[in-house]
C-alpha cells in the first residue's frame, strides 16, 4: 500500500525543519520538541459550548483535567468520554490532543473529558494506570455536577492512550473500576512484547519505530517482569468477555498495528461487539496532524459515528 501524500508531507516537514528524533532526547525536551511540532500539525480549535480546565482527586495528588463540552451537547445528563491521550506514556499532554478531543466533542455531542496523568520516567508503571482509574472514578462520581450521564460514559485515547483504555475496560469488566458503554482505541499499543512482524525496519522513516517504541518503553516499564501485567500489555489478559463494545483503529505505517488487529480479534471471539477499522495508507499519530493529513478529520468523525451510536444518539 503507498502512504498518504499528505503524511509523506508530514515526514518532509519534519526533515525539513531538523527536528532530533524524539529517542534521541531527554524526556523533558522530547516533551517540548513533541508539543511545538503539534502548533504546526493540528488545525486551528473549534469551538465547543463549553472548556475548562479542573482537577480530579488522584490517591497521591491532584490530576488536571480538561473539560469540554461540545457543540449541541446536552446542559444535563450528556454521554462522556474520558479522553487518554498518546504520547508512549512519556510526552504529550492535555494541550498536543486539545483539537481531537474538541472534535470527538462536537461530532458525537457529547462531553469530553482529558486526562492529564502523570508521565514516566518520573512515574513510572503503574503510575498512569493509578491516575487514569482515579480519574475515571472521580468524573463518575461527580457525574451530576459535570452533567454527565454516568451511564453513559466511554473511555478512549490514541496510541498510549489507547493501551490506558483497554486496561480500563478491563477494570470495569472487573467492577474495579465504574462501568463503561463503549471503548475507543485509536491505534492503541497493546502489548510490551514487540513479538509481531510488524516490528522491523520497515518503519524506521517514521516517527515512531523500533527505536522510538524501546525508548517509550524503557522510561514507563520497571523492567522485563511488568511485559506480562497485562496493565502494560491488555492483550495478555486472561479474558476478554464481557467487555465494553469497542471501535477499534489501526493504521498500515505503524508498528502497532498487528497487535491492534490481534486485540481486536480477541474482542470478537469473546463476542464483544466491536468494530475494527484499519487504514492502510495511513502512519501512527496522523490523527494529531489533521493540518495536513485530511484523512485525520475523517477517521475522527468515523470514531465519533459509533460512540453516538453506543450513546444512542
Not at 483504555?165 to 474495579?176: E, L, N, T, Y
Amino acid at each position: 500500500m503507498r502512504l498518504d501524500p499528505d503524511n509523506q508531507k508530514v515526514l518532509d516537514l519534519i526533515i525539513a525543519a531538523g527536528r532530533p528524533p524524539i529517542a534521541s532526547l531527554e524526556p523533558p525536551a522530547a516533551r517540548e520538541v513533541y508539543r511545538g511540532g503539534r502548533k504546526f500539525l493540528m488545525p486551528d480549535p473549534p469551538d465547543v459550548d463549553d472548556m475548562r480546565d479542573m482537577d480530579a482527586t488522584g490517591p497521591l495528588g491532584a490530576i488536571p483535567l480538561r473539560y469540554y463540552r461540545g457543540q449541541g451537547a446536552p446542559k444535563e445528563n450528556a454521554p462522556a468520554l474520558v479522553f487518554y491521550h498518546g504520547g508512549g506514556w512519556v510526552i504529550g499532554d492535555r494541550d498536543t490532543h486539545d483539537y481531537v478531543c474538541r472534535k470527538l466533542a462536537n461530532e458525537a455531542k457529547c462531553v469530553v473529558v482529558s486526562v492529564d496523568y502523570r508521565l514516566a520516567p518520573e512515574h513510572k508503571f503503574p503510575a498512569a494506570v493509578i491516575d487514569s482509574h482515579a480519574a475515571l472514578q472521580w468524573i463518575v462520581v461527580n457525574a451530576a455536577t459535570l452533567g454527565i450521564d454516568a451511564k453513559r460514559v466511554a473511555v478512549g485515547g490514541d496510541s498510549a492512550g489507547g493501551n490506558l483504555s483497554a486496561v480500563m475496560a478491563h477494570m470495569a469488566r472487573d467492577g474495579d473500576a465504574p462501568a463503561l458503554c463503549f471503548q475507543v482505541l485509536l491505534y492503541p499499543g497493546c502489548d510490551m512484547g514487540m513479538q509481531f512482524s510488524s516490528y522491523g525496519p520497515q518503519f524506521d522513516r517514521f516517527p515512531l519505530n523500533l527505536a522510538a517504541i524501546k525508548y517509550f518503553m524503557g522510561h514507563y516499564l520497571n523492567g522485563p517482569a511488568d511485559v506480562d501485567d497485562w496493565r502494560a500489555s491488555p492483550l495478555r489478559a486472561k479474558s476478554f468477555k464481557d467487555l465494553a463494545p469497542a471501535f477499534v483503529l489501526t493504521a498500515g505505517f505503524d508498528p502497532l498495528w498487528e497487535e491492534g488487529k490481534a486485540y481486536a480479534k480477541k474482542l470478537e471471539e469473546a463476542e464483544a461487539q466491536v468494530s475494527f477499522v484499519h487504514l492502510a495508507d495511513q502512519m501512527h499519530g496522523f490523527l494529531t496532524q489533521g493540518r495536513i493529513v485530511r484523512a485525520a478529520d475523517m477517521a475522527l468523525e468515523m470514531a465519533a459515528a459509533a460512540m453516538r451510536h453506543a450513546f444512542g444518539r
